[in-house]
């Protein structure tokens, strides 16, 4: 049996974008620091912060500053950007990948 990398004709790709795996490592810790998310998702930090930025601008999640952290709070009813998929909701993703069910990932506060 062929390994994930090669069994795609050798090029290493993935079906979930890394703007997906940021928002399932934050539906999964609500209070994770950037930088374990971006070690978690595979990307930098620099990069984990500019992907939360666009999230927090497409309505996806809010950001509220608790001390010296920063804690999360997500949007399951925000649509997905793609026309193919724009008639679901996020949370259905969340609520597949996330370990909590997508009710308890809205009521994170």
Request: a neutral charge.
């Amino acid at each position: 049996m062929a390994s994930a990398a090669t069994a795609g004709g050798g090029r290493n790709w993935t079906f979930l974008t890394n703007h997906a795996h940021v928002l399932l490592a934050i539906a999964r810790d609500p209070t994770a620091r950037l930088r374990d998310v971006a070690a978690e998702v595979g990307v930098t930090e620099r990069a984990a912060q500019a992907i939360v930025a666009d999230l927090e601008a497409g309505g996806y999640l809010h950001r509220t500053r608790v001390g010296r952290r920063n804690e999360y709070t997500l949007n399951p009813a925000g649509r997905f950007r793609h026309p193919a998929e724009a008639d679901r909701q996020v949370g259905a993703l969340l609520a597949l990948f996330a370990d909590a069910p997508a009710d308890d990932v809205t009521s994170r506060s």
